[in-house]
């Protein structure tokens, strides 16, 4: 039995209960006035070894199932001075979420599930407009409670308190159920391969090295394969209107044009809701910037320190609209890598939530891309569903296998091919689904890298099966001999079948192919 509780701030409350089976809709009759709170809370038995798996607020945050005495860490533990001149709460939900940091408590947002062997019992949102939903289980108590994130939203009549499935039965039949429910259906069925520029040289490109690395990449990968510009190429991000003269001084438009011309898609970074300090947009635009407290809304470190466009501001939307009329249709560029998307809703307004906003901030994105191919990049996952062709799963990928001490007691989003892994495998049911999945970059390469050579298999074969997107960051005609062999079992991998998770003891993959059982085993994620 599903019991809920309306807080409103008059102080009037309204009760009610629900049963757990199938599609639930809750949408009581408001009196006019302000949501204080809105929460639901059931019970929920677990059996021994029962595993559980809350989805993380957004892209890069780090969800693995979790044991019965599992918790998430916070970020109570690093310094307050830190935390405000890093932006380390900027980059999750840890500015409006509480981190108990308690043995068996962990939190979630849009869906979570219980999964004792093969049999899930799942919970999902079926709208996450109406605010995004939280699940919190205590596993102490055996207490589930599901909160609306709408606070503060006015309301005068009917208001969708909850819409929710629960659906049990296998990993296949319940994420299945959900979809269907929602209506969601992935944009592309087109599985892509091919090159990003970033995890080799990081901002330090110029048209030399990407045609360097463009003409490397032409004797590995195929017709119609991706080869993306990461970030690097602007003056500085924000400032999406020019190429930096300095590193491309005949522009986007050539860079694109040599692309096609090996026959290829060209793909482009941006994070078109931010902007860094020095930018033009930054300088000359200050009312641009998102201000919800009278000051701008610093977003993190990155590039020295970027802070949020407000999407509100009616000159904003006719910049973006610029920006891609002319990187897709004066440039030329197929696929836009759009990132740090979640800039776009910290919060919410009295007649929006925080959730209702970055899903109108995605569909803005759509209709400015029209039909050209949308990689979605730090983004709360649900908002993204069925509006990007292909969307990261996982935090980014890092040269090591899990950062350094330093880093390590930071935020969920950190860099950490470690956790990334984790999310690739434990976030697979979204892929083909809710859209392609992107777990981020693998390598085969020997040099500028810290992973192990089987740690860099254990990368590889993961991205290509729980991949939809799956891209190197290599210069690929350096590869050994090695190298091209354990990529040329990727591509094979691409169609392996009957794919299983073992997450019971230890973790690895099962699968099926060339109609011959095999097994990945997954070592150090878990």
């Known amino acids: 039995m ?56 957004q892209t890069w945050t780090y969800c693995p199932e979790r044991e019965k005495d599992g918790r998430i860490r916070g970020i109570p533990h690093v310094p307050k001075a830190l935390i405000r ?29 219980f999964r004792n062997g093969g049999n899930f019992r799942l919970i999902g949102s079926l709208d996450e407009r109406p605010g995004y939903t939280g699940f919190r289980f205590d596993a102490g108590t055996g207490v589930l409670t599901i909160e609306r994130d709408c606070a503060g939203i006015s309301c005068a009549g009917e208001y969708a308190a909850f819409d929710l499935i629960f659906a049990e039965g296998t990993e296949d039949e319940v994420f299945d159920a959900w979809f269907a429910a929602m209506g969601v ?49 602007e003056p500085f991000v924000g400032d999406w209107l020019e190429a930096d003269d300095n590193k491309f001084p005949l522009g986007m438009k050539d860079a694109a044009d040599k692309i096609h011309e090996k026959g290829m898609l060209a793909g482009l ?36 320190g970027f802070w949020a466009l407000d999407i509100d501001n009616p000159e904003v939307i006719d910049y973006l609209g610029k920006v891609f009329s002319r990187v897709l249709d004066e440039w030329g560029f197929d696929l836009v890598k759009l990132d740090f998307l979640y800039a776009a809703a910290p919060f919410g307004s009295k007649t929006e939530t925080r959730g209702g906003r970055m899903i109108r901030a995605m569909e803005l994105l759509r209709k400015l891309c029209g039909d ?17 062709d292909y969307c990261r799963i996982s935090c980014d990928v890092g040269l090591d296998w899990n950062n350094n001490i330093i880093m390590r007691i930071a935020n969920r989003e950190r860099v950490s091919t470690k956790q990334a892994i984790g999310n690739s495998i434990f976030r697979r049911q979204l892929n083909d689904r809710a859209f392609l ?26 991205n290509a099966l729980f991949g939809g997107i799956v891209l190197c960051s290599d210069n690929m005609a350096e590869y050994s001999e090695a190298a091209r062999a354990e990529y040329a079992r990727m591509q094979k991998l691409k169609d392996a079948e009957n794919i299983k998770v073992n997450a019971d003891n230890g973790l690895s993959v099962n699968f099926l192919l060339d109609g011959k059982s095999e097994n990945l085993e997954v070592k150090g994620v878990k």
């Not at 599903?2 to 209960?17: A, P, T, V, W």
């Not at 050209?372 to 990007?388: E, N, R, S, Y």
């Open 372 to 388: 050209k191919l949308i990689l979605g990049c730090g983004v709360p996952l649900m908002p993204a569903f069925g509006l990007v």
């Open 85 to 113: 001149h890093f932006g380390i709460d900027r980059y999750g939900d840890y500015f409006f979420t509480e981190y108990p940091n308690k043995k068996g408590v962990t939190h979630g947002w849009s869906y979570c599930y």
């Open 2 to 57: 599903l019991e809920y509780l309306i807080k409103l701030d008059s102080g009037e409350e309204i009760r009610g209960n629900a049963g757990t089976d199938g599609i639930v809709r809750i949408h009581p009759v408001l009196p006019e006035g302000k949501i204080k709170k809105m929460t639901a809370s059931m019970n929920i038995k677990l059996a021994d070894g029962e595993k559980i798996f809350m989805n993380g607020y």
């Open 185 to 233: 259906k992935p944009r592309t069925d087109k599985r892509l391969k091919g090159y990003s520029s970033w995890y080799n040289r990081y901002q330090n490109i110029s048209a030399q090295s990407i045609e360097a690395d463009l003409a490397g990449c032409v004797e590995m990968l195929d017709k119609g394969d991706l080869f993306q510009i990461d970030d690097g190429w």
């Open 437 to 462: 999945s992107d777990p981020d970059v693998f390598f085969l390469r020997d040099d500028n890298i810290r992973l192990s050579a089987e740690q860099k298999k254990t990368l590889c074969e993961v």
């Open 269 to 304: 970074w941006l994070a078109p809701f931010v902007c860094q300090k020095g930018s033009r947009v930054m300088t000359e635009h200050p009312d641009w910037l998102l201000k919800p407290d009278g000051k701008p809304w610093y977003c993190g470190c990155n590039w020295g």
